[in-house]
């Protein structure tokens, strides 16, 4: 069975031209012609079929013939938010794999211990581009211009808030709760995110750097309505953390 391969064309409602770089992977390396029929999304939720009706140098003009919509695959409005690494590379890596598994939104956060202080989103852009088509995905993720940690968390979000970290809950409680914790012997660790996620209900998952985040700034969140949540027993690198994080979230939300 021939593989179908789709195109992304953000403005397929009015505008009956493939972007360049499509039309170049369409001609160039595809070689269709006139009269072909390709396979088009918009990122927004709906497939087309249509067919080439002219091409010229780089540009490449098609007729809708049908437009396919494409129901979501899982509940809820999935939104990642993390500390880029060093390495830019595994944050690339993220982006791809995150939307081949399925999620809404992404968006990088510059906290205390980062070692990364900018992020190329117009490369990360193309990538997540890519990866919807690769994964016949009819949604392209939203990809948030990067962010300060404290106006992030200051920002209002409808729906649950998570941030995963590695500290014990006495090391960020303070005063008479810190002795109070002390006492217990910290006997209930941070609930697992599986465990605390609603289906349907829209989620937010914020992943630190390899630093972790500070002390402070997890109180800052737990203070804005974050809830603190464990991945599991493994120390996880910051990307393998954010899969993880996504994929958990797809997983209690899929159809």
């Known amino acids: 069975m021939k593989e179908t391969r789709y195109f992304y064309a953000p403005d397929v409602r009015t505008n009956n031209q493939l972007p360049p770089e499509e ?5 160039r390396v595809l070689r269709l012609t006139e009269g072909d029929e390709i396979h088009l999304t918009d990122g927004r939720g709906s497939f087309f079929r249509a067919e080439i009706t002219g091409t010229g140098g780089k540009h490449c003009l098609f007729r809708i013939l049908e437009e396919l919509p494409c129901p979501r695959a899982w509940a809820a409005r999935l939104h990642l938010a993390v500390a880029p690494t060093k390495n830019i590379d595994r944050m690339e890596w993220l982006a791809e794999k ?11 956060i510059f906290c205390r211990f980062s070692e990364r202080r900018s992020v190329k989103t117009e490369r990360i852009d193309k990538i997540l581009v890519s990866a919807m088509k690769q994964s016949h995905k009819a949604e392209k993720p939203v990809l948030n211009e990067p962010e300060d940690f404290r106006h ?28 109070a914790v002390s006492a217990r012997k910290q006997s209930v660790g941070k609930p697992l995110l599986w465990d605390v996620l609603e289906r349907g209900k829209d989620a937010l998952v914020m992943i630190g750097p390899e630093g972790d985040f500070s002390v402070d700034e997890v109180r800052l969140a737990l203070s ?3 809830c603190s949540v464990s991945l599991g027993r493994s120390r996880l690198r910051t990307e393998t953390a954010a899969l993880v994080a996504v994929h958990l979230m797809h997983l209690k939300n899929a159809f």
């Open 152 to 179: 992030f968390v200051e920002r209002p979000f409808a729906g649950q808030k998570f941030i995963a970290h590695c500290y014990e809950e006495a090391d960020i409680e303070t005063g008479e709760a810190q002795t």
């Open 224 to 226: 804005h309505g974050f």
């Open 98 to 108: 995150a939307t081949e598994i399925g999620f809404d939104e992404l968006s990088f």
């Open 23 to 27: 039309a170049a992977h369409c001609l």
